[in-house]
């Protein structure tokens, strides 16, 4: 098992930056890949950014450029660094993890980032 917890959403005007943060706890070492999932009202979930154990990155091509994905093993956490916010980059963001070779999916709370013009 895997529990994530995540804190940094807010609200912010258009052009400024957040910082989220998960900090994952439990079978770490079972862990495949983290990421960031994001979900806007009326809207499907969508990936914004993973990182997987291997060290590659892959973003959602309406982030690139924008946002940053990281990890601090010792700490056992995952950011998610948004520079350069847009209103429609409001949504409730998912912290994520997968593990055990992709058969478990775990997710964060959600913490809500909200843009204003």
């Known amino acids: 098992q895997v529990q994530l917890v995540e804190s940094g959403g807010g609200l912010v005007q258009a052009g400024e930056s957040l910082r989220l943060s998960c900090v994952v706890s439990?079978?770490?070492?079972?862990?495949?890949?983290m990421g960031w999932y994001r979900q806007a009202p009326g809207k499907q979930r969508e990936l914004v950014a993973r990182t997987s154990s291997d060290g590659s990155t892959n973003y959602a091509d309406s982030v690139k450029g924008r946002f940053t994905i990281s990890r601090d093993n010792a700490k056992n956490t995952v950011y998610l660094q948004m520079n350069s916010l847009k209103p429609e980059d409001t949504a409730v963001y998912f912290c994520?993890?997968?593990?055990?070779?992709?058969?478990?999916?775990?997710w964060g709370q959600g913490t809500q980032v909200t843009v204003s013009s």
């Open positions: 439990g079978s770490t070492f079972s862990i495949n890949a």
């Open positions: 994520n993890v997968i593990a055990d070779r992709g058969v478990n999916w775990y």
